[in-house]
């Protein structure tokens, strides 16, 4: 999982440390003592915490764009179907122009004709 989150994780995003620091304290005539587990706990909280604040900073963005974005494709699914209605009303009129255009041309023919 580590790996996984590793591979994938973004650079700013702050990761904890496998293996506490060795600071000159630990130091006991060339020897390490063990640090104290308190400061190595509460030292990978705040990174755990603030790897899990991290990640919920980009989820609330991630769905502020989502929202923006389906506010766009609404906007735009609306527009389209304004466009299709104005399609259908001005095919509607060409029909109509188109009629009454072969109506004048049939009685300019017959009036030439008589």
Same mark, same amino acid.
């Given at each position: 999982?580590?790996?996984?989150?590793?591979?994938?994780?973004?650079?700013?995003?702050?990761?904890?440390?496998?293996?506490?620091?060795?600071?000159?304290?630990?130091?006991?005539?060339?020897?390490?003592?063990?640090?104290?587990?308190?400061?190595?706990?509460?030292?990978?909280?705040?990174?755990?915490?603030?790897?899990?604040?991290? !990640?919920? @900073?980009? %989820? +609330?963005?991630? $769905?502020?764009?989502?929202?923006?974005? =389906? #506010?766009?494709?609404?906007?735009?699914?609306?527009?389209?179907?304004?466009?299709?209605?104005?399609?259908?009303?001005?095919?509607?009129? !060409?029909? @109509?122009? %188109? +009629?009454?255009? $072969?109506?004048?041309?049939?009685?300019? =023919? #017959?009036?030439?004709?008589?």
């Amino acid at each position: 999982m580590n790996d996984i989150y590793e591979a994938n994780a973004p650079i700013k995003c702050p990761t904890p440390k496998e293996q506490p620091d060795i600071v000159e304290d630990s130091m006991v005539g060339g020897v390490l003592k063990n640090p104290p587990v308190k400061e190595t706990v509460v030292r990978w909280k705040k990174e755990v915490i603030d790897k899990i604040q991290y !990640l919920r @900073e980009n %989820l +609330e963005l991630a $769905n502020q764009e989502k929202e923006a974005l =389906s #506010q766009e494709m609404d906007r735009i699914h609306s527009e389209l179907t304004d466009s299709k209605e104005r399609i259908q009303k001005l095919e509607g009129e !060409l029909s @109509e122009a %188109l +009629e009454t255009f $072969n109506t004048l041309l049939n009685e300019v =023919s #017959q009036a030439l004709e008589s």
